[in-house]
């Protein structure tokens, strides 16, 4: 009974927590900062739940919440493990095939930014820190995770900041740069993410060159 009155007050507050969010998307930066400081926190069990189930070794993305629900429809649901994608190290579940297809089809729209790691941490400290859905975020579109209300209230003052932290060699072509010495900036109409990271390109087919070795062009 316990337990689930504990499932139960977590799904509330996240619900909470992302109606705030969808305004903050929508509004201006100072209505945004404004809806941001609304946000109530989860149970000190809940967040700790939260952080290892997501970061553990082959983790499921974003607590088994759907990333297509939470982008296009701005609402916490979470997915079947019978309708999953493995993406960047992460699975993410959806609800059904259709929210399946849609991930596949572009998992650079939907999976979080920096692969769910906190961008604010990455840019002013250069350090990996898992984010939390309970700290959530969107912004231009995509999704961005922080590790505490502090670190998502910073990067909603200054989104343009942080945005781009997660992005390799600065939004030039990885494969330009290797292989020809060129620096040629890339597009986010060709994107994909590796280890965390966002990568661009001019084209699919120099994507698509990337994605065949990866290592070899992935910044160090």
């Given at each position: 009974?316990?337990?689930?009155?504990?499932?139960?007050?977590?799904?509330?507050?996240?619900?909470?927590?992302?109606?705030?969010?969808?305004?903050?998307t929508l509004a201006a930066l100072p209505a945004a900062a404004q809806s941001a400081?609304?946000?109530?926190?989860?149970?000190?069990?809940?967040?700790?739940?939260?952080?290892?189930?997501?970061?553990?070794?082959?983790?499921?993305?974003?607590?088994?919440?759907?990333?297509?629900?939470?982008?296009?429809?701005?609402?916490?649901?979470?997915?079947?493990?019978?309708?999953?994608?493995?993406?960047?190290?992460?699975?993410?579940?959806?609800?059904?095939?259709?929210?399946?297809?849609?991930?596949?089809?572009?998992?650079?729209?939907?999976?979080?930014?920096?692969?769910?790691?906190?961008?604010?941490?990455?840019?002013?400290?250069?350090?990996?820190?898992?984010?939390?859905?309970?700290?959530?975020?969107?912004?231009?579109?995509?999704?961005?995770?922080?590790?505490?209300?502090?670190?998502?209230?910073?990067?909603?003052?200054?989104?343009?900041?942080?945005?781009?932290?997660?992005?390799?060699?600065?939004?030039?072509?990885?494969v330009c740069k290797v292989d020809y010495g060129h620096t040629n900036p890339g597009?986010?109409?060709?994107?994909?993410?590796?280890?965390?990271?966002?990568?661009l390109f001019p084209n699919g087919d120099l994507r698509e060159a990337f994605l065949?070795?990866?290592?070899?062009?992935?910044?160090?």
């Amino acid at each position: 009974m316990l337990s689930a009155h504990r499932s139960f007050q977590a799904r509330v507050v996240l619900g909470r927590s992302f109606a705030a969010l969808a305004i903050a998307t929508l509004a201006a930066l100072p209505a945004a900062a404004q809806s941001a400081a609304t946000h109530s926190g989860v149970t000190q069990s809940a967040a700790a739940h939260s952080n290892a189930a997501q970061h553990s070794a082959g983790g499921v993305g974003l607590d088994g919440y759907c990333p297509v629900c939470i982008v296009e429809m701005k609402k916490w649901e979470k997915g079947d493990p019978r309708f999953s994608t493995v993406y960047d190290g992460k699975t993410y579940h959806f609800p059904g095939a259709k929210q399946k297809a849609m991930f596949d089809a572009d998992p650079e729209k939907y999976a979080p930014a920096a692969g769910g790691d906190c961008v604010v941490c990455q840019a002013e400290m250069g350090a990996k820190m898992p984010g939390k859905v309970e700290f959530a975020a969107l912004q231009a579109g995509r999704l961005f995770l922080f590790p505490s209300q502090k670190e998502k209230d910073t990067f909603l003052a200054n989104p343009a900041r942080y945005a781009q932290a997660d992005l390799a060699y600065g939004g030039d072509c990885a494969v330009c740069k290797v292989d020809y010495g060129h620096t040629n900036p890339g597009t986010p109409d060709f994107a994909t993410y590796y280890q965390g990271k966002r990568y661009l390109f001019p084209n699919g087919d120099l994507r698509e060159a990337f994605l065949a070795n990866p290592m070899k062009y992935a910044e160090r």
